[in-house]
């Protein structure tokens, strides 16, 4: 499954999916259930979008910019030992003993990221941040301010 909200807005609600004969019949099933229709208007804009050549730079663009803000967060994780990992997109991953504790000390030091438990299915626990407007200083300071929280109570805390 693909979608492009995010690479060319987040109220574009549309995507593809490649699946068996079984798999697209029990979906197209679904869909007559519902509202999950999708209007021509917007088929048409998102194919436009992905066909157009400036749109296509746009996109490849940002995707260069994310891909170093994010090396960037990572590079200061690595750099404090804080492991961490995120090999495309704009998240990176750090495992955590308990997210709950480490969400909440972030927010102390005023940074908001997300618990990892709605992103994952069988990986323990960790904490997804998105780096895609972290500049290279302020990835250096949620670097320190998460070593700070994992220090303040490392049996709670723990990395």
Known sequence: MRTVS??????LRWAAAACDPTTLARHDGRLLLTSGWVSHLLQETVLGLLTDGDAQALVRQAGAV???RREALLAE???REVPAHGVSGMNVWVPVRDESAVVNGLRSHGWWVAAGARFRIAAPPGLRITAASLTPEEAARLAADLVAVLGEGQATYGG
């Open 66 to 68: 994310y891909a170093e």
């Open 77 to 79: 994780l690595a750099a």
């Open 6 to 11: 995010k690479s060319l807005g987040a109220d």
